[in-house]
């Protein structure tokens, strides 16, 4: 059974930072594509940062130079490193193995206070 487990959500203060987690099991973790999504207040979901099997990295326009995302295939997670937050991050945040038709975690909530 393949689980993806996100943490480390929060309530914080703009300009503030969080770091958020994704826990894989049930799926060879080394193998997928990884990403974090996430899906504000009234809007769709959109991709926040990629990262392949191979470590090479995107991230989206509104959040490069503030946001890293990283894996660490050891331990079978993903990071989500975000700096500087603003109150248009606040959002549910998403993990994803694969892309889209992939697996999906059930999402940790940030919220940016101005």
């Known amino acids: 059974q393949v689980q993806l487990v996100e943490s480390g959500g929060g309530l914080v203060q703009a300009g503030g930072s969080l770091r958020l987690s994704c826990a894989a099991s049930g799926i060879i973790f080394s193998a997928y594509t990884m990403a974090w999504y996430r899906q504000g207040p009234g809007k769709q979901r959109d991709l926040v940062a990629v990262?392949?099997?191979?470590?090479?990295?995107n991230h989206a326009d509104s959040v490069k130079g503030r946001f890293t995302i990283s894996r660490d295939n050891t331990k079978n997670t993903v990071y989500l490193q975000m700096n500087s937050l603003k109150p248009e991050d606040t959002a549910v945040y998403y993990c994803n193995a694969g892309g889209p038709s992939g697996y999906w975690g059930k999402g940790t909530l940030v919220t940016v206070s101005s």
């Open positions: 990262i392949t099997t191979g470590g090479i990295t």
